[in-house]
């Protein structure tokens, strides 16, 4: 597996073991992760930390001219939220685990012409299907559903 | 001013007082503010909280019925990260102090069936008119550019 899809998954794993939604993303630039977060709902309580979001705060205040230099790894496809934050920060490219257990904005992410690769990752998808099985309502809430 | 608008500018002022990006948001249920937010990018060093992120924050962990008949009102248009995460939240209703100085996802918004009102509101241009003036390198980081 590519170093930084391995580094957001496990920052999912680390939030399965908190009893998270098990969800991670780091935010590369030049190489080198700048960011790195997982979901937050259950563990601070929070609407708004989904693991790419996480990710981006961990990285802190940065200029528009390092986002626009940065890919996004995640584990799972990033949904409207985390969508619109890319594009809010021009980030050029999105590297996503799976998009079988949630299929994000990824449609929207290429008309605004972001570069969007699915790994179909094996290891990504069970962990995402394992936590479904064992807290659908906390995951159903994560969605908005 | 409707009420919840003027929530909004308060919270916005009350940003602008701390020395941050003056944009308020509040989230209102069945007539009753249930979250109110400004922006933190001076305050807290985030990149994420906008007015309308601090607000949803602010709100806390809540079923997706209750975002369903909420209203988000918020000084400025709001920026892909906000309007994508009022999608993922299935909040209907949209009320706009001003679209002036930001022109966010309106359009977006509107084509989801959001409902998305503007008020062209002089006192929220004011205040924004006077931050970009006194802080343009504030205010561009916070719009990605």
């Not at 999912?12 to 790195?36: C, D, F, M």
């Not at 257990?101 to 969007?116: I, N, T």
């Not at 290891?123 to 908005?144: A, Y």
């Amino acid at each position: 597996m590519n170093e930084f899809l391995q580094a957001a998954l496990d920052e999912a794993k680390k939030g399965y073991v908190e009893g998270g939604i098990p969800i991670g993303s780091v935010l590369v630039h030049n190489g080198k992760i700048i960011g790195r977060g997982h979901n937050k709902r259950v563990q601070d309580g929070s609407a708004i930390l989904h693991g790419e979001m996480d990710a981006l705060e961990n990285a802190g205040r940065q200029p528009a001219s390092v986002y626009r230099e940065c890919t996004m790894y995640t584990t799972l496809s990033p949904c409207s939220m985390c969508s619109g934050t890319i594009l809010l920060y021009g980030i050029p490219t999105v590297v996503v685990g799976e998009n079988k257990s949630f299929m994000g904005e990824e449609e929207l992410l290429r008309s605004r012409g972001v570069e969007v690769t699915v790994e179909d990752n094996q290891e990504c998808f069970e962990l995402m299907q394992r936590f479904i099985q064992e807290k659908p309502t906390v995951w159903n809430e994560d969605i908005g559903v």
